[in-house]
């Protein structure tokens, strides 16, 4: 009778003890399901939302899905200070002109928004590790209400001939960005509000 009761209680140990056990095993290995690449968090609501296409095809959500975000239609090199229908490869050593589109509303937030459209470029053939890789090209303070605002800069001294990249990156208190890497290719898909040219100067 002793030994029946006591088989007893461990069984009724054994059933209560392991949901328990597997709840804490699964809390303690589930990956965080919202977290993207190199622990980036999901993307939340914010007041507002100013973005940049990565392509056409882009709709503003974080990450965006696709893999080939270089070729942003949302910034364009031009060889005169008026907007030109596409894109075009500068002249090393001439002054280009740099305009950027930015988009408001996007999926995350609404209303005007004020902040700061800073421009970067590598150097040709150079490293596009962030931020080291990367050097300023101008700063431009910019108010975008609902809309397209579209932005100019000039671009004195274009580097090269060679191969390089550009990065048009909006900060804003009210739309700010996500936890930044040293992977160029992850910050531009986790932030829509950074958007990447490859280019070549000629």
Request: hydrophobic fraction near 45%; glycine fraction near 8%.
């Amino acid at each position: 009778m002793t030994i029946l009761g006591s088989r007893a209680r461990r069984l009724a140990l054994a059933l209560c003890a392991g949901p328990v056990l597997a709840g804490l095993l699964a809390t303690a290995t589930a990956p965080a399901a919202a977290a993207g690449p190199a622990g980036k968090p999901a993307r939340s609501t914010t007041v507002t939302d100013v973005w940049m296409r990565d392509a056409v095809d882009d709709a503003g959500l974080q990450p965006y899905p696709g893999t080939r975000v270089w070729a942003s239609p949302d910034i364009k090199v031009c060889p005169m200070p008026v907007e030109c229908a596409t894109s075009t490869f500068p002249v090393a050593g001439s002054t280009s002109y740099i305009f950027v589109k930015l988009r408001n509303p996007g999926p995350y937030g609404s209303g005007t928004d004020s902040g700061i459209l800073h421009f970067y470029r590598t150097n040709p053939g150079g490293s596009l590790s962030w931020p080291l890789g990367w050097m300023p090209i101008a700063l431009r303070a910019v108010t975008v209400p609902t809309g397209v605002t579209t932005v100019q800069v000039t671009w004195p001294a274009v580097p090269g001939p060679g191969h390089f990249s550009l990065l048009a990156v909006w900060e804003s208190a009210n739309d700010p960005l996500l936890l930044m890497t040293a992977d160029t290719l992850t910050n531009v898909r986790y932030n829509n509000n950074i958007a990447w040219l490859d280019l070549v100067s000629v």
